[in-house]
């Protein structure tokens, strides 16, 4: 009977583990089929390389065994894919792979490197639309937005295969005869490069083609919510390199959290860092390299403003700033947050933008007709209801929008608000969210100065036909900020001038222009040709 009683007992243990066993099959198959990727509406996914568990690792080979994290769709809050971040001995691995890769790079000469670069470029013209398809996916932009992000990419490798050619510094004259007195630039060595999520692709390649152009490798970790763009572009960058035959290490990628990117910050052998992202966490990354001496090139906020004249072309004025607000879901960092209206247009602006919002297609993202889609997270639909809040207290009035859409996904409507003081707290907060604050003033001196009264320094413009206001603006008492237009919108900058903003706004610059001094160290050279040892200014020493 005990063994008939041990038996049945037996029987029915290996009963209830294998139905346990197929239960746990049954809940992956489901969550394996409820994987967008695994749809056959988003099978161009595989196109990029990426499938349901993605390897969050590139130093050269694949790895990841840290946290596994999901990515998820901003449209419907629907399951993309996964991706398994870096431990941080997997970080300490490919810093060092990283740094021999250097010493192979840093032996090839600029042209060659620029040349590179040039095929890097290439390869992301191939895969544009694809690849602009997945940032509208997984961040959330529309689909023409998505692919200019990843032509961004492309504009800078052509403008750094130019620059592979251009590179250099001058010879000085000096006072001493016989002697040449120049300037050497040399490649900082390992650039580390921290982006955000709302441009998941272009922050990254305006970094990295200019810093490979002038000789350094790089090692790159973009957003936790955007970690599948991180592994499409690094698979990219990386059949460059492996097709060259040159170490993989040169473009690095770690996917991960805070741990990942505090390592970056206080790592002595990460020559500069490059950090895109807010103002709070910009202050502890720059406070970290500060403290051990490193180089730091930070990319933070912006509380950027239009200003309209009484003389302001209104035809201009109206798409700017609509598009300037609203583009991106107001998730750029140039988004115009503050719209600064003359007295005497006033009304008749903003009767006339409030029409225009009504008049935005919103959609999924990439749908090709759609031209404002959700915001990046849940949280920031919460922090855009916190705000909406706090300037009703404080005395705005919404013109337009205010609430959150009935609709799957992250999706507010686009908010025009009035009423409020120039100095009001939520002016003055940079909340990444489609709420435009319209400011009504009376004269130039106090337009330009609500423009500079704002911590950050990003981007500014005015809208005008007086020429004279225009220099003013542009002038010592006109704008603070990096960016300083006329007549066009806060957002859409060329990558062919330096990118970046001064105050909290962290006072860095990237991409074009002489940005790429900031990825190089400077050497001032003197070569004593002749016989004699003359000293400078004059001094004797016999």
Same mark, same amino acid.
Request: proline share 5%; hydrophobic share 40%; aromatic share 8%.
């Given at each position: 009977m005990q063994r008939c009683f041990t038996l049945t007992l037996a029987w029915h243990s290996r009963l209830l583990l294998r139905n346990k066993f197929a239960s746990v099959r049954c809940h992956q198959s489901a969550a394996m089929?409820?994987? $967008?990727?695994?749809?056959?509406?988003?099978?161009?996914?595989?196109?990029?390389?990426?499938?349901?568990?993605?390897?969050?690792?590139?130093?050269?080979?694949?790895?990841?065994?840290?946290?596994?994290?999901?990515?998820?769709?901003?449209?419907?809050?629907?399951?993309?894919?996964?991706?398994?971040?870096?431990? +941080?001995?997997?970080?300490?691995?490919?810093?060092?792979?990283?740094?021999?890769?250097?010493?192979?790079?840093?032996?090839?000469?600029?042209?060659?490197?620029?040349?590179?670069?040039?095929?890097?470029?290439?390869?992301?013209?191939?895969?544009?639309?694809v690849?602009?398809?997945?940032?509208?996916?997984?961040?959330?932009?529309?689909?023409?937005?998505?692919?200019?992000?990843?032509?961004?990419?492309? #504009?800078?490798?052509?403008?750094?295969?130019?620059?592979?050619?251009?590179?250099?510094?001058?010879?000085?004259?000096?006072?001493?005869?016989?002697?040449?007195?120049?300037?050497?630039?040399?490649?900082?060595? %390992?650039?580390?490069?921290?982006?955000?999520?709302?441009?998941?692709? =272009?922050?990254?390649?305006?970094?990295?083609?200019?810093?490979?152009?002038?000789?350094?490798?790089?090692?790159?970790?973009?957003?936790?919510?955007?970690?599948?763009?991180? @592994?499409?572009?690094?698979?990219?960058?990386?059949?460059? $390199?492996?097709?060259?035959? %040159?170490?993989?290490?040169?473009?690095?990628?770690?996917?991960?959290?805070?741990?990942?990117?505090?390592?970056?910050?206080?790592?002595?052998?990460?020559?500069?860092?490059?950090?895109?992202?807010?103002?709070?966490?910009?202050? $502890?990354? =720059?406070?970290?390299?500060?403290?051990?001496?490193?180089?730091? %090139?930070?990319? +933070?906020?912006?509380?950027?403003?239009?200003?309209?004249?009484? #003389?302001?072309? $209104?035809? +201009?004025?109206?798409?700017?700033? @609509?598009?300037?607000?609203?583009?991106?879901?107001?998730?750029?960092?140039?988004?115009?947050?503050?719209?600064?209206?003359?007295?005497?247009?006033?009304?008749?602006?903003?009767e006339r933008i409030a029409k225009a919002y009504k008049q935005v297609r919103i959609g999924d993202p990439w749908d090709p007709s759609t031209l404002y889609g959700p915001l990046h997270t849940k949280q920031a639909v919460e922090q855009y209801l916190a705000a909406i809040e706090q300037a009703k207290q404080q005395g705005g009035t919404i013109v337009c929008g205010g609430k959150v859409m009935d609709r799957p996904g992250n999706y507010v409507e686009p908010t025009i608000i009035t009423g409020l003081p120039h100095n009001a707290p939520i002016v003055h907060t940079e909340t990444f969210v489609p709420i435009l604050y319209v400011l009504k003033f009376k004269t130039e001196e106090e337009a330009f100065a609500w423009n500079n009264e704002v911590k950050q320094g990003l981007s500014s413009s005015i809208f005008t036909k007086d020429m004279g206001r225009v220099f003013r603006w542009m002038g010592p008492k006109g704008s603070d900020c990096g960016i300083v237009n006329v007549n066009i919108p806060t957002s859409g900058a060329e990558i062919g001038g330096a990118f970046g903003g001064e105050k909290h706004t962290g006072g860095g610059r990237e991409s074009g222009s002489d940005s790429w001094k900031q990825y190089m160290r400077r050497s001032t050279c003197t070569i004593n040709y002749s016989k004699d040892l003359p000293l400078a200014q004059g001094i004797k020493f016999e």
């Amino acid at each position: 009977m005990q063994r008939c009683f041990t038996l049945t007992l037996a029987w029915h243990s290996r009963l209830l583990l294998r139905n346990k066993f197929a239960s746990v099959r049954c809940h992956q198959s489901a969550a394996m089929s409820s994987l $967008l990727i695994n749809q056959p509406k988003y099978s161009w996914l595989k196109e990029l390389g990426l499938s349901e568990d993605n390897l969050g690792v590139y130093n050269g080979s694949w790895g990841g065994s840290g946290e596994v994290i999901t990515s998820y769709c901003p449209a419907n809050n629907e399951p993309i894919a996964r991706v398994t971040q870096a431990t +941080l001995a997997e970080y300490e691995d490919t810093v060092q792979k990283a740094r021999e890769a250097w010493k192979v790079w840093a032996d090839i000469p600029a042209p060659k490197r620029g040349e590179i670069v040039r095929q890097i470029g290439d390869a992301l013209r191939k895969k544009i639309k694809v690849l602009g398809s997945l940032v509208s996916l997984e961040m959330g932009k529309i689909y023409v937005e998505g692919v200019g992000e990843v032509q961004e990419y492309v #504009d800078v490798c052509d403008y750094a295969v130019g620059l592979s050619r251009m590179i250099g510094g001058p010879i000085l004259p000096s006072e001493r005869p016989g002697h040449a007195l120049l300037e050497q630039w040399n490649p900082v060595g %390992l650039v580390g490069i921290i982006t955000a999520f709302n441009f998941p692709v =272009a922050v990254y390649g305006w970094n990295n083609a200019i810093a490979l152009t002038c000789g350094n490798v790089c090692l790159w970790k973009g957003a936790p919510t955007t970690p599948l763009t991180s @592994v499409a572009v690094t698979k990219i960058v990386a059949e460059v $390199l492996e097709q060259n035959n %040159l170490p993989g290490a040169i473009c690095s990628m770690t996917c991960g959290g805070a741990d990942i990117g505090t390592a970056m910050a206080k790592d002595e052998r990460v020559d500069l860092l490059s950090f895109t992202g807010s103002t709070h966490v910009g202050k $502890l990354v =720059a406070m970290m390299v500060q403290e051990r001496f490193g180089r730091k %090139l930070l990319e +933070l906020g912006g509380n950027n403003a239009i200003i309209v004249f009484e #003389d302001a072309d $209104l035809n +201009l004025v109206v798409p700017s700033a @609509v598009f300037a607000s609203v583009g991106t879901a107001g998730q750029r960092c140039t988004t115009t947050r503050r719209l600064m209206l003359h007295e005497s247009v006033h009304d008749k602006v903003v009767e006339r933008i409030a029409k225009a919002y009504k008049q935005v297609r919103i959609g999924d993202p990439w749908d090709p007709s759609t031209l404002y889609g959700p915001l990046h997270t849940k949280q920031a639909v919460e922090q855009y209801l916190a705000a909406i809040e706090q300037a009703k207290q404080q005395g705005g009035t919404i013109v337009c929008g205010g609430k959150v859409m009935d609709r799957p996904g992250n999706y507010v409507e686009p908010t025009i608000i009035t009423g409020l003081p120039h100095n009001a707290p939520i002016v003055h907060t940079e909340t990444f969210v489609p709420i435009l604050y319209v400011l009504k003033f009376k004269t130039e001196e106090e337009a330009f100065a609500w423009n500079n009264e704002v911590k950050q320094g990003l981007s500014s413009s005015i809208f005008t036909k007086d020429m004279g206001r225009v220099f003013r603006w542009m002038g010592p008492k006109g704008s603070d900020c990096g960016i300083v237009n006329v007549n066009i919108p806060t957002s859409g900058a060329e990558i062919g001038g330096a990118f970046g903003g001064e105050k909290h706004t962290g006072g860095g610059r990237e991409s074009g222009s002489d940005s790429w001094k900031q990825y190089m160290r400077r050497s001032t050279c003197t070569i004593n040709y002749s016989k004699d040892l003359p000293l400078a200014q004059g001094i004797k020493f016999e």
